[in-house]
């Protein structure tokens, strides 16, 4: 049973847009959360992450949003950029055991000129 | 430069040959873990320590070992490769164990089982 869920499996946006990523999870146990990028034939990179006991979290181009009552986060990445275009993976972590991710299906991001 | 290395990148093999991918990280990390990434299914764990000689099952544990005898190092064994272990795999580490830790992943290792 898949606990963290990327139902986009591709996203398109054009250069200078917003770019919004979402994903959903199913154990309200989880309290901490990760967005990683994956470029092709590259291990996944962190990119920002968020704690439960916050509702948004920024970091220059990115923002993660959570909305613990929806079980729902969200990465917002404006403007986007061509170096965008990755694979986003999602990843959600329990108290205690925060090195132990669960990870989302990922959405690849194309940013289109 | 921190980093988690793994070898090899790619390999080939047939169904039953027993092999090992190795995992190394520089950065004194007590967490370290296996993925593998398959399409559909996204990044799973197959394995992971908390430090020296204390390893654990992750989410796919069926059919592979591991063994975490020094700090740094942490193989994947597989002593019977099938078909259905054909995937992308990716090490990863962290410090603090237990601790709210980003983790560290190595340019991943994909194999072929034939």
């Known amino acids: 049973d898949q606990q963290v869920k990327q139902n986009s499996p591709s996203l398109s946006v054009q250069e200078g847009r917003i770019s919004i990523l979402n994903c959903d999870y199913t154990n309200s146990m989880f309290d901490y959360f990760l967005w990683y990028k994956k470029y092709p034939a590259e291990g996944p990179t962190f990119l920002i992450s968020i704690s439960s006991i916050k509702d948004k979290n920024e970091d220059g181009r990115f923002t993660v949003f959570l909305n613990k009552s929806a079980k729902h986060l969200s990465l917002h990445i404006v403007p986007s950029q061509p170096g965008d275009s990755a694979v986003y993976f999602c990843?959600?972590?329990?108290?205690?055991?925060?090195?132990?991710?669960?990870f989302g299906t990922g959405t690849r991001l194309q940013v289109t000129l | 430069e921190a980093q988690v290395t793994q070898n090899p990148r790619y390999l080939i093999t047939v169904t039953g040959k027993k092999l090992t991918v190795t995992c190394s990280q520089n950065?004194?990390?007590?967490?370290m873990s296996w993925y593998r990434q398959d399409p559909g299914l996204g990044l799973r764990q197959i394995y992971y320590s908390m430090n020296v000689e204390v390893t654990d099952k992750g989410d796919v544990p069926e059919g592979y070992k591991v063994s975490r005898k020094e700090k740094r190092n942490f193989p994947l064994i597989l002593e019977s490769p099938s078909p259905n272990q054909t995937s992308l795999y990716f090490c990863?580490?962290?410090?603090?164990?237990?601790?709210?830790?980003?983790?560290?992943f190595g340019p991943g290792t994909r194999l072929l089982v034939l």
């Open positions: 950065m004194n990390h007590e967490y």
């Open positions: 990863a580490s962290s410090g603090l164990a237990g601790r709210q830790e980003t983790q560290y």
């Open positions: 990843a959600a972590s329990l108290t205690g055991t925060a090195s132990k991710l669960t």
